[in-house]
């Protein structure tokens, strides 16, 4: 595995919105429509508070952004800043799952373990916390990989955007005992 990684900073903003926007753009489309893939920015992005909670991590490659992704103590279950029904609560590791969140990969990195690696390093450090399970919202895209990963559907959901496009999200979760 060539891939270091590290949490990320507020620095790595700007790189960050672009590399989720080209993924969004490059990768969707293999399993959206259109419409759908546009509103597809409305429920996903960027989560400040994954960075300012450090608990969002980046993948590199010689220095070059691989990838992203991570996890969280707080109850927002998928979304960036600007997505609808954001509930920053602590969860309780005792009684509830730790989210996986915001997983991007370069369109130039895809198929290399960059999500795989993301999400044995969110769950390790979910763990560490006391959580034993996590949960996240899959997009169409994500389910491949989150499946392969051991996450098995919970409940498949169409949620609704300003444009008046829905699109479809699946809670999942997985057991990490
Ligand atoms: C989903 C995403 C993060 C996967 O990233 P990745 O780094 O390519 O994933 P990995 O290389 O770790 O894939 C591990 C396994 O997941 C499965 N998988 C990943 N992408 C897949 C795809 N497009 N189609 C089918 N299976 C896929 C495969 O089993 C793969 O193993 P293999 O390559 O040996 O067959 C990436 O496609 C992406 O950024 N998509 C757009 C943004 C998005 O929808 N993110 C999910 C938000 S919930």
Known sequence: MPFTHRLANEADLPALKA???T??????PQFLSAEKVEASFAVMGVDSQLIADGTYFVLEEDGVLAGC????R???LFGGNHTAGRDARLLDPATEAARVRAMYTS??????????RIIELCEAAARAEGFT????GATVGGEPLYRVCGYTPIERMEVPTPSGVTVPI????KDLT
């Open 133 to 136: 399970r996590t949960e996240l």
């Open 69 to 72: 992704g991570g996890w969280s």
């Open 107 to 116: 369109p130039a990195f895809t198929r290399r373990g960059v999500g795989r």
């Open 170 to 173: 699946t809670r999942m979760g």
């Open 74 to 76: 707080r109850a927002t």
């Open 23 to 28: 993924s969004i753009r490059q990768l969707l």
């Open 19 to 21: 590399l989720m926007e």
